[in-house]
T-cell receptor, first 114, second 115 residues
Framework: QKEVEQNSGPLSVPEGAIASLNCTYSDRGSQSFFWYRQYSGKSPELIMSIYSNGDKEDGRFTAQLNKASQYVSLLIRDSQPSDSATYLCAVRPNVWEYGNKLVFGAGTILRVKS | DAGVTQSPTHLIKTRGQQVTLRCSPKSGHDTVSWYQQALGQGPQFIFQYYEEEERQRGNFPDRFSGHQFPNYSSELNVNALLLGDSALYLC??????????????FGPGTRLTVT
């Protein structure tokens, strides 16, 4: 079982719709969760971090965390063609270990069609 | 506010050679992590440096080594290059005792091609 799993996609949504991206993780001790956006040929850009169960909203982005189900999601409202990118879910496993390495999923490709 | 910088941008090396990649963290950050990203995959953690010491290491062979300098900048060295080392090498910086110690910010990366 991979530590962090994402559907590779591509996920295609029409412009203006809500895009829903999902991620599951295997380490129950994980406490910190992140979403990165990566445009083709570029490096990952941090867009959301979430540490507590529930929802966290930032502009058009909402991150949702359910630790009992070991599930993290990212909702993008009013999707724009400029949102087309690969979205990487990252988890900081094992809060008791020194250091803060991140474990990444393979990413979900999002395509927003105008 | 200067972001994370990396050099060089691109590099082509021959199998068996050695390479050094460089990273300067974001202003105010003291921790540097290195990741390898193969095409179509998520970044894989190589190691992390804080206070000039390697603090955490991923599943990479000893051919991968690093260093952190007093000004927090860092180098990644790879010896005896293999074709499989071709990838995007990413440096990420964070602030260990800051408000958001676990948030990591990536540099633009170095694209390494081994022929």
């Amino acid at each position: 079982q991979k530590e962090v799993e994402q559907n590779s996609g591509p996920l295609s949504v029409p412009e203006g719709a809500i895009a829903s991206l999902n991620c599951t993780y295997s380490d129950r001790g994980s406490q910190s969760f992140f979403w990165y956006r990566q445009y083709s040929g570029k490096s990952p850009e941090l867009i959301m971090s979430i540490y507590s169960n529930g929802d966290k909203e930032d502009g058009r982005f909402t991150a949702q965390l359910n630790k009992a189900s070991q599930y993290v999601s990212l909702l993008i409202r009013d999707s724009q063609p400029s949102d087309s990118a690969t979205y990487l879910c990252a988890v900081r496993p094992n809060v008791w270990e020194y250091g803060n390495k991140l474990v990444f999923g393979a990413g979900t490709i999002l395509r927003v069609k105008s | 506010d200067a972001g994370v910088t990396q050099s060089p941008t691109h590099l082509i090396k021959t199998r068996g050679q050695q390479v050094t990649l460089r990273c300067s963290p974001k202003s105010g950050h003291d921790t540097v992590s290195w990741y390898q990203q193969a095409l179509g995959q998520g970044p894989q953690f190589i190691f992390q440096y804080y206070e000039e010491e390697e603090r955490q290491r991923g599943n990479f062979p000893d051919r991968f080594s690093g260093h952190q300098f007093p000004n927090y900048s860092s180098e990644l060295n790879v010896n005896a290059l293999l074709l499989g080392d071709s990838a995007l090498y990413l440096c990420a910086s964070s602030q260990r005792l800051g408000r958001s110690p676990y948030e990591q910010y990536f540099g633009p990366g170095t694209r390494l091609t081994v022929t």
